[in-house]
């Protein structure tokens, strides 16, 4: 299930020739070495909050932007890679507790 969901980083290339660029001129207008780019692209890094402020810088994005999409990655990978039968059982206390809460005010 996690084979749909698309690292943020994989999205940088088509911006970079999108911006006329290859990544040996992007990593230096940037300040990083080309393999840190090219890692990042390829989903082998994540974007940190010093990622997302230089690439926003570049892209013109609004800040945050990139960090948002990295956490969105991240929650539903975890979310796919999580037991789904323990969030069921959470689920099934959470209302047998709330139920046991009603009723012990009577």
Do not use: C
Not at 5 to 22: D, F, S, T, V
Not at 58 to 72: S, T, V
Not at 80 to 93: F, G, N, T, V, W
């Amino acid at each position: 299930m996690t084979d749909n969901l698309i690292h943020p980083g994989r999205h940088l290339l088509q911006e970079i020739k999108a911006k006329g660029r290859n990544q040996k001129q992007f990593s230096a207008i940037l300040g990083k070495k080309i393999s840190e780019l090219n890692e990042l692209i390829n989903g082998k890094r994540n974007i940190t909050i010093q990622r997302d402020i230089l690439l926003g810088t570049a892209f013109g994005d609004p800040e945050g932007k990139r960090i948002h999409m990295q956490n969105q990655y991240d929650f539903h990978k975890a979310k796919m890679a999580m037991d789904q039968r323990k969030i069921s059982e959470i689920k099934r206390k959470t209302r047998s507790t709330d139920k046991e809460h009603i009723f012990h005010n009577f």
